[in-house]
């Protein structure tokens, strides 16, 4: 009963949300956090970290496995997407490559290891003052790697399903009779579903900040992987609708428009001499501006009225992009259908 459950209340919860993707008329909208939910019933709800189970309400509860327990959930909510055709292949790989484009373009990767970010996901900023980066993605991605990497040690015999199921054996008990995983049981099992020293990618990876080889690990599917750099404008702040109008957010802390003078809250009025009304008008307005072109926004603070000036700031953005292979050989396409599909066997390995 327990997986109807959860997904039942993740359905429920997904109803009260205000997210623009919930809407009526896209019920499939709903797959992916539903599917996000339904997978915790197993990973969190019985393979948890050794500390969260019993919960512990009065103290923090820390651990280095987030990117275990949330992000690797994510990494079954990805490989949902295209094992239950909600994606098709390019749409799989964009979504892979923009979660990766995510990590890598963040101005803190080379500060946040995955096992730091969850240990201090209760600290937030206060121990991480270079940055945070979201152990969701962390482990989305690393978990899709680490299927890769299983796939091609074990000529696609094993894969990150055969981790999990062991997980699930070993920690995972109904009622949580059992006791849950520590990090280094985590890194026990892959070495042995993978039958070889994982060690060092968990050190470079998930204890260090070491940059991903990522086109290593998406060639042993046959898959190309690229990376460019390219210039675009920085907004630095993110705009909502409200019954009164669009109003500021999120603003970046030292930005160029706070430094003009603009605040949380702030309702704005017109951009560039153009009246908004939605948050979208206020994002499509700045973007036409362009990179290093002047801004003047009315915005509405309290009874106060003011005009604030700055020049539109540029950032650098990665753009990843993964795609197929013709010359794969039968080994790289049996991984890369079993990565896609859930399968196994036909695999050569190394």
């Not at 362009?290 to 009315?298: A, C, D, E, F, Q």
Request: proline share 5%; with cysteine; hydrophobic share 40%.
């Amino acid at each position: 009963m327990l997986p109807v459950f959860s997904l039942g209340v993740a359905l429920l919860v997904c109803q009260k949300l205000p997210f623009p993707i919930l809407r009526e008329s896209d019920p499939e909208a709903l797959w992916n956090i539903s599917a996000h939910e339904f997978f915790h019933a197993w990973n969190v709800k019985r393979i948890r970290p050794f500390v969260l189970g019993p919960f512990d309400y009065q103290h923090f509860n820390r651990t280095q496995s987030l990117w275990i327990s949330e992000g690797m959930t994510d990494t079954y909510t990805t490989l949902t997407g295209i094992r239950a055709g909600f994606y098709d292949p390019e749409t799989f790989y964009e979504v892979i490559s923009g979660s990766i484009a995510n990590w890598m373009s963040s101005p803190a990767r080379p500060y946040a290891a995955p096992a730091r970010m969850s240990w201090t996901a209760w600290d937030a900023r206060d121990r991480n003052p270079r940055g945070t980066i979201s152990y969701y993605t962390q482990g989305e991605v690393l978990g899709l790697a680490l299927d890769l990497i299983i796939r091609h040690e074990t000529g696609n015999q094993r894969s990150l399903d055969d981790v999990m199921r062991i997980l699930m054996n070993e920690h995972g008990g109904e009622f949580l009779e059992k006791p849950g995983f520590q990090t280094e049981d985590f890194i026990r099992i892959c070495n042995d579903v993978a039958g070889t020293d994982l060690y060092n990618f968990f050190e470079a990876h998930v204890f260090g900040t070491v940059r991903p080889d990522w086109g290593a690990w998406f060639a042993y599917a046959g898959l190309r992987y690229q990376e460019e750099e390219e210039i675009r404008p920085d907004l630095q702040l993110i705009a909502s609708n409200s019954d009164e109008g669009p109003y500021i957010r999120m603003l970046d802390r030292g930005g160029v428009p706070e430094a003009a003078g603009l605040r949380q809250g702030d309702r704005v009025r017109s951009v560039n001499g153009q009246g908004v009304t939605t948050s979208g008008e206020v994002a499509n307005a700045l973007l036409r501006a362009g990179v290093g072109n002047r801004i003047t926004m009315v915005v509405q603070r309290g009874a106060d009225e003011l005009t604030l000036q700055w020049d539109l700031p540029a950032r650098t953005v990665l753009v990843i992009s993964i795609s197929e292979d013709p010359g794969a050989d039968a080994g790289q396409l049996a991984i890369r259908r079993g990565f896609m599909t859930g399968g196994h066997g036909g695999g050569e390995g190394r």
